[in-house]
């Protein structure tokens, strides 16, 4: 299983660098879909969701954890900021929790309303360990617990195309989010 999926995130990497310029080369593309991922995710509302689930729209995703006081906040005011500029109900905004033993469905619900993160564009979600590992893998996002309640992350804002095929990221904190509007806004065809 491990080498299928290295051999899987080497392909979609390479995808990532020549990204396809229209729908039928994105067909091409749809071996490299996260929506081939096997896994099952349990939305804020308690929801059991595959991310075939998502299939048909444009995917803007960050792994987060409820508790960060430092990075995680700024990267759910990215995605807020993200979101006012695109301003379309049909581009889905992903938060994967990197902490499902502390992100309940509750907590991640209680978080969004906090938020102001409510709307039907907003989708948190949490795994097993397993499976949020994979994500991140697929994401290249790394993290690691640094103590019982904080933990060391990427911040990568990523945008997957309709077919879950990864088009663009975006890394660090409050950086100019023009490029990345700019390919939710080509691949949602806005």
Not at 25 to 33: F, I, N, V
Request: with cysteine.
């Amino acid at each position: 299983m491990k080498n299928i999926l290295l051999t899987f995130l080497c392909i979609w990497c390479a995808s990532c660098h020549s990204p396809a310029e229209s729908e039928d080369e994105a067909e091409e593309w749809s071996d490299m879909s996260v929506f081939h991922l096997p896994t099952q995710w349990e939305t804020q509302d308690g929801d059991t969701l595959s991310l075939d689930d998502l299939q048909g729209n444009v995917l803007v995703t960050v792994m987060i954890y409820t508790s960060c006081k430092v990075a995680c906040p700024r990267l759910v005011a990215d995605m807020q900021n993200i979101e006012r500029e695109i301003g379309d109900r049909s581009v889905k905004y992903v938060l994967v929790s990197i902490d499902p033993e502390t992100d309940t469905p509750e907590r991640l619900k209680a978080f969004a309303e906090e938020k102001n993160m409510t709307g039907k564009q907003w989708i948190f979600l949490r795994g097993t360990e397993d499976d949020t590992r994979e994500f991140a893998n697929v994401l290249a996002v790394k993290y690691a617990s640094i103590s019982p309640v904080d933990f060391s992350h990427s911040n990568i804002i990523s945008v997957f195309d309709k077919g879950g095929v990864m088009r663009h990221q975006m890394e660090g904190l409050s950086v100019n989010n023009e490029e990345t509007v700019k390919a939710i806004r080509k691949y949602a065809a806005l």
